[in-house]
Nanobody, 121 residues
């Protein structure tokens, strides 16, 4: 199974930006739709964004549309999440996972360690 390692989180003021990265092991990365999910304290993990195998199409949850951009580099086995105009409610641990094509459902049972994003007001 593909192993995923997230990075790029940190502490930022409201209105700031962060770029998250997720590096995947193996040579099957390009065959998967990839997505970002997040889990805030006391809440369930939720879908944030997904990108198609080629990177030509993307899907976003309503609360991040126009602020976040998901992209991927298949040559580097990496998926990115550019987060702009951050809000305190974006504070969460962010995880990446493969996504079932055309859905907002994670594919792999195993999750990485995630990366913490904290947005101060």
């Amino acid at each position: 199974q593909v192993q995923l390692v997230e990075s790029g989180g940190g502490l930022v003021q409201a209105g700031g930006s962060l770029r998250l990265s997720c590096a995947a092991s193996g040579n099957t990365f390009r065959y998967y739709y990839m997505g970002w999910f997040r889990q805030a304290p006391g809440k369930e993990r939720e879908f944030v964004a997904a990108v198609s195998r080629s990177g030509s199409s993307a899907d976003y949850t309503d609360s991040v549309k126009g602020r976040f951009t998901i992209s991927r580099d298949n040559a580097k086995n990496t998926v990115y999440l550019q987060m702009d105009s951050l809000k305190p409610e974006d504070t969460a641990i962010y995880y990446c996972n493969a996504v079932r094509a055309g859905t907002r459902t994670s594919l792999f049972d195993a999750w990485g360690q995630g990366t913490q994003v904290t947005v101060s007001s």
